[in-house]
């Protein structure tokens, strides 16, 4: 079964300070892998797609398809990047985006 | 703000009652997804409609039922609510103009059901 994991429910990091949020996949196919976060009192959005290869907000993830990860990283966290973050994976065809369970970044100033 | 458009914001009912959530996609986009978000489980996939039919099948329990109509709204129907079924239910919409390539998802704002 396609599976998401993020392995940490709660990360707290202080201001400055670099930021990795894990996320780890489980598909034999060829995986587009997603970053989602939902800031406080907002929707859950779009952070950005490793198709794209973007920096947004100053995070990065990179695909790694021999370690099955996709994890996302900023050298400095900021305190307005203090949020909900979702890891999730697009099988191929028609079907709907798989969600880990999420991971509750707090930045602390 | 992405477009969608949830209703109600906010549900209160008892166990053993029935309750519809409804959801409006973006103008434009014919697919309709709902998500249940809870702290234990995280966002877990319920249903997909697409264009009024229903294309995909997630961990949907019996007691729920889903419809797209054909102005492409989506109602969510919750029935013999139980006190676990207290989450928050996200719709989302996308236009599936990027078949292949993966799908980006449109979130409304969610409507946050308590089942006392």
């Known amino acids: 079964a396609q599976r998401v994991t993020q392995p940490e429910k709660l990360l707290s990091v202080f201001k400055g300070a670099p930021v990795e949020l894990k996320c780890n996949y489980s598909?034999?196919?060829?995986?587009?892998l997603f970053w989602y976060v939902q800031y406080s009192r907002q929707r859950l959005q779009l952070l950005l797609r490793?198709?794209s290869r973007e920096s947004i907000k100053g995070f990065t993830a990179d695909l790694n398809k021999g370690e099955t990860s996709f994890h996302l990283k900023k050298p400095f966290a900021q305190e307005e990047d203090s949020a909900m973050y979702y890891c999730a994976l697009y099988r191929s065809g028609n079907t709907p985006l798989v969600f880990g369970k999420g991971t509750r970044l707090s930045v602390i100033a | 703000d992405s477009g969608v458009t949830q209703t109600p914001k906010h549900l209160i009912t008892a166990t053993g009652q029935r309750v519809t959530l409804r959801c409006s996609p973006r103008?434009?986009?014919?697919?309709v997804y709902w998500y249940q978000q809870s702290l234990d489980q995280g966002l877990q996939f319920l249903i997909q409609?697409?264009?009024?039919?229903?294309?995909a099948k997630g961990n949907i329990l019996e007691r729920f039922s889903a419809q797209q109509f054909p102005d492409l709204h989506s109602e969510l129907n919750l029935s013999s609510l139980e006190l676990g079924d207290s989450a928050l239910y996200f719709c989302?919409?996308?236009?599936?103009?990027?078949?292949?390539?993966?799908?980006?998802?449109?979130f409304g704002s969610g409507t946050q059901l308590s089942v006392l």
């Open positions: 598909y034999s196919g060829s995986p587009e």
């Open positions: 989302a919409s996308s236009d599936n103009g990027d078949r292949g390539r993966g799908e980006k998802l449109f």
């Open positions: 103008s434009g986009d014919l697919s």
């Open positions: 490793h198709i």
């Open positions: 409609y697409y264009n009024g039919e229903e294309r």
